[in-house]
């Protein structure tokens, strides 16, 4: 199954998106502050090759290189992360001139070259100083990821106009306070679903700010959302799917899009008393703030079977017994089954909750073993086929009728998959860390051809 260009609509915008920390390094220049990022690398065993960010792929210094990079593509777009405690070292008080900078000459330079900036205001690196403080066990951080989103958007908001105010907050709760991979590394169990309502309340307070900052800002928050299906019609297996449908997916669609967290999850969580009594009506419309979009991050699907529970640690506090089932589909290096048509499922729950509300998939991409072979080149055919299947299932979205407006690939360059460390690349340029050194692999190429960018044209 092939796609071209002509499948999607002509304003089907597609991109390559990356974050911060996992690409910028650099993590002590020009006034940035500590965050909880290079906090967590730093513990013996956190990440698997116990590396950090802090040189990563030095795009810092190489931004100029990069965007130069995404021009051969012929993307259309860039979806990048703005670091927190480099904008604001320690997560309150003015912003730093010289972070600010950075972010004004990479938007500028994007702009200069058509690339339409799509930024995003917390992508994970929390500054240390808030985490010293709770982090997102804290509620004030929501008015202090606010104040610093307010203060971005009237710094860079004549530049970039597509704002993404957090990437995942799934993962910066459960999978970061039950599941303890990811920074700050904690295990406070169900508790965490404490930490994901103060960050969608963090969402809902910036949202209004933002828009007052800069009246033609287009914003919205981006979900990873899964495909979620049971193994089998028994009705523990249909269960298992509901909690961990309730858990990944509804437990953040809801309360965005509805302003309503679901009652089975509070109930799975034994959350009911807390929300009631810290999440209530007033927290509730903030959360539904009207959006413009909705981003979404596709990869994978889980098929799920009622199990024993286990006793460790587990990103799905209170469903600690749901298990998920092998069916034999191709997987990546990450170990994610590969199931194109689940993009359009994930799709289909956003419509089902708010019909027509524009989404973009903000991330889907794969990791794959690959180097550079002794001809020069990265022959990446799993994973320039993936990047394709997946690109099919978006013209099916669209001829279904989802308003799905566009496609960011991750990720442009290999870097730092956080608690991954370097062992894993998801790029469509292969970086040597050694010497910095980028070369698109066949699936760069690839996109180039496909979207006639000039890298596409210099090969036979
Ligand atoms: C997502 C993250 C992104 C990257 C991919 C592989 O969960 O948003 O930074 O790590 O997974």
Known sequence: ????????????????????????????????????????????????????????????????????LMASLGVDAYRFSISWPRIQPDGTGPLNPAGLAFYRELALALVAKGITPYATLYHWDLPQTLQDRGGW??????????????????????????????????????????????????QVGTDAARAAHHLLLAHGKAVPLMRA??????????????????????????????????????????????????ADVLDDLGQRDWFAEHAGAEDLAAVSAPIDFLGVNYYSRHTTRAGVATSGRSPHPGSESVEMVDTGAPRTHMGWEVHPDGLVDVLRMVEARSPGLPTYITENGAAYEDAVGPDGVVHDEDRRAYLEQHLVACADAVREGLPLRGYFIWTLLDNFEWAWGYSRRFGIVHVDYATQRRTPKDSGRWLAGFLGGTLGADRG
């Open 1 to 68: 199954m092939s796609v071209r260009r002509e499948d999607l609509p002509a304003d089907f915008v597609i991109g390559t998106a990356t974050a911060a920390y996992q690409v910028e390094g650099a993590t002590r220049e020009d006034g940035r502050g500590e965050s909880i990022w290079d906090a967590f690398a730093r513990v013996p065993g956190a990440i698997a090759d116990g590396s950090t960010g802090d040189v990563a792929d030095d795009h810092y210094h190489r931004l100029h290189e990069d965007i130069e």
């Open 137 to 186: 066990l804290n509620r004030d951080t929501a008015d202090r990821f606010a104040a610093y989103a307010r203060m971005t958007v009237a710094g860079l908001g004549d530049v970039v106009q597509h704002w993404i105010t957090l990437n995942e907050p799934w993962c910066s709760s459960f999978l970061s306070y039950a599941g303890g991979e990811h920074a700050p590394g904690l």
């Open 213 to 262: 900052a800069a009246p033609d800002a287009v914003v919205g928050i981006t979900l990873n959302l899964y495909s979620v299906v049971p193994a089998s019609e028994d009705p523990a297996d249909v269960d298992a799917a509901r909690r961990i449908d309730g858990l990944s997916n509804r437990f953040f669609l809801d309360p965005v899009l509805r302003g309503e967290y679901p």
